[in-house]
T-cell receptor, first 112, second 112 residues
Framework: EADIYQTPRYLVIGTGKKITLECSQTMGHDKMYWYQQDPGMELHLIHY???????EKGDLSSESTVSRIRTEHFPLTLESARPSHTSQYLC???????????FGPGTRLTVL | SQQGEEDPQALSIQEGENATMNCSYK?????LQWYRQNSGRGLVHLILIRSNEREKHSGRLRVTLDTSKKSSSLLITASRAADTASYFCATDPNSGNTPLVFGKGTRLSVIA
C-alpha cells in the first residue's frame, strides 16, 4: 500500500467555485504528478514537480495551478470550476531511478 | 502524441484462460512499466522491464520487450476474476528528465 493520500475523495461543487485538491506523500519522494482521468479512459498529465519550488505544466494544465512548497505536499487548484472539469484526479509520486510511480486513491470531482 | 497504444482496448476471457495485452510506443526508452487499475482507484505498479531486457517474470505475469519493434506484451496466466481491471503500459523516455508516458489502457474482464 503506497503512502500517498488525497483529499477529498469525492467533491460536488457548483460552477465558478475555487477548489483545491490535496495530495500528500510520506515516502520522501522528490517527484510528484497530477493526472486527470475520465472513467475507463487514458490518463492526462496536468502538472508535475521534480522538487520543492519546481513545477512544470503537462498536457492539460491551462485551467489549473499547483505549488510545491514542501516535499510531501502538492496541492492542485482550480480557480473557477466548470462542468468540463468533472473527472477523476489522480496524484502520484516517484523517486529518481526507474521512475516507478505510486498513486493515490484519487479525487472524484463533479461540477454542477 | 508520444502516448503508447495498448491493444486490444478491451478483452473478455473465461477464468483460467491466459490474457495477453500489447503495447506499442514511439520513442526510445529507458524502461517500460505495466500498471493495473481497479475501477475508481489509483494505478498500482506491476512490473518494470529495462530497455536491455527482453523478458521478465513476476508470479503469473510475464512481460516481453522488443525495442526494435517498439512494442511490449503483458501475459497474465491462469487468469482469475480478481484480475478484472484496466492495464496500462508506461514508457520512461530516453530523452532528458521527462515523466512517464502512459498508454490508453486495456480493459480486461475475467468471467468466472
Amino acid at each position: 500500500e503506497a503512502d500517498i493520500y488525497q483529499t477529498p475523495r469525492y467533491l460536488v461543487i457548483g460552477t465558478g467555485k475555487k477548489i483545491t485538491l490535496e495530495c500528500s506523500q510520506t515516502m520522501g519522494h522528490d517527484k510528484m504528478y497530477w493526472y486527470q482521468q475520465d472513467p475507463g479512459m487514458e490518463l492526462h498529465l496536468i502538472h508535475y514537480s521534480y522538487g520543492v519550488n519546481s513545477t512544470e505544466k503537462g498536457d492539460l494544465s491551462s485551467e489549473s495551478t499547483v505549488s510545491r512548497i514542501r516535499t510531501e505536499h502538492f496541492p492542485l487548484t482550480l480557480e473557477s470550476a466548470r462542468p468540463s472539469h468533472t473527472s477523476q484526479y489522480l496524484c502520484a509520486s516517484s523517486k529518481g531511478g526507474y521512475n516507478e510511480q505510486f498513486f493515490g486513491p484519487g479525487t472524484r470531482l463533479t461540477v454542477l | 502524441s508520444q502516448q503508447g497504444e495498448e491493444d486490444p482496448q478491451a478483452l473478455s476471457i473465461q477464468e483460467g484462460e491466459n490474457a495477453t495485452m500489447n503495447c506499442s510506443y514511439k520513442t526510445s526508452i529507458n524502461n517500460l512499466q505495466w500498471y493495473r487499475q481497479n475501477s475508481g482507484r489509483g494505478l498500482v505498479h506491476l512490473i518494470l522491464i529495462r530497455s536491455n531486457e527482453r523478458e521478465k517474470h513476476s508470479g503469473r505475469l510475464r512481460v516481453t520487450l522488443d525495442t526494435s519493434k517498439k512494442s511490449s506484451s503483458l501475459l497474465i496466466t491462469a487468469s482469475r476474476a480478481a484480475d478484472t481491471a484496466s492495464y496500462f503500459c508506461a514508457t520512461d523516455p530516453n530523452s532528458g528528465n521527462t515523466p512517464l508516458v502512459f498508454g490508453k489502457g486495456t480493459r480486461l474482464s475475467v468471467i468466472a
